[in-house]
């Protein structure tokens, strides 16, 4: 699976609480992404990233930050989960070195339970 | 706003029958890609097209790209089984940054032996 894991790959949580997701990927890609996945919207994207430090906001942002410190790591926090985040998350890379980006390939998912 | 729109939502076929979905998109893109999920997993890319390309061919796999009506339609031929999984297109838009892309809804294909 292109050598990407998301960890944990299950959570359930209670609101207020902070949650941190964590993708790793081996393959040294240059853009990186977190999504959501929710019945009746397909993919949503939350943020993405498309260098060390470099990270932008996508169409879902509200009520998460993301930081990447080095290449194969992706970070996606919620500061204080809510019940409307309860969803399936799916990390995914792309792009290699300076080939500008094109196919992605995920990672498994994270499914995330906010109580 | 979800770029990419896919038809139907769902399909349901035999065996050794042919599948076709249909994508249908709203601005000019550098390239159109669909992706596979089989249940509980993550999606897999199957096959990219490009603005300049009309039909491209993988395996069982047909895609045709019509950039003037925007939409796009992928066939799997003689399906099987294993082929039961939800079909997803997604938009690199002109003018995109980052490698963004733009997901459809899915289509829920299920192949009956």
């Known amino acids: 699976d292109a050598g990407i894991t998301q960890s944990p790959r299950h959570k359930v949580t209670e609101t207020g609480t902070p949650v941190t997701l964590r993708c790793h990927q081996t393959?040294?890609?240059?853009?990186m992404y977190w999504y959501r996945q929710d019945p009746g919207h397909g993919l949503r994207l939350i943020h993405y990233s498309y260098g060390v430090k470099d990270t932008d906001k996508g169409e879902v942002s509200d009520g998460y930050s993301v930081s990447r410190s080095k290449t194969e790591d992706f970070l996606l926090t919620l500061e204080s989960a809510t019940s409307s985040q309860t969803s399936v998350y799916f990390c995914?890379?792309?792009?290699?070195?300076?080939?500008?980006?094109?196919?992605?390939?995920f990672g498994p998912g994270t499914r995330l339970t906010v109580l | 706003s979800q770029q990419g729109e896919e038809d139907p939502q769902a399909l349901s076929i035999q065996e050794g029958e042919n599948a076709t979905m249909n994508c249908s998109y709203k601005?000019?893109?550098?390239?159109l890609q669909w992706y596979r999920q089989n249940s509980g997993r993550g999606l897999v890319h199957l096959i990219l097209i490009r603005s300049n390309e009309r039909e491209k061919h993988s395996g069982r796999l047909r895609v045709t790209l019509d950039t003037s009506k925007k939409s796009s339609s992928l066939l799997i031929t003689a399906s099987r089984a294993a082929d039961t999984a939800s079909y997803f297109c997604?938009?690199?838009?002109?003018?995109?940054?980052?490698?963004?892309?733009?997901f459809g809804q899915g289509t829920e294909l299920s192949v009956k032996p």
């Open positions: 601005t000019s893109i550098n390239n």
């Open positions: 997604a938009t690199d838009r002109v003018y995109n940054q980052g490698g963004k892309l733009i």
């Open positions: 995914a890379i792309s792009g290699t070195g300076g080939v500008v980006a094109n196919e992605q390939f």
């Open positions: 393959e040294n890609h240059r853009y």
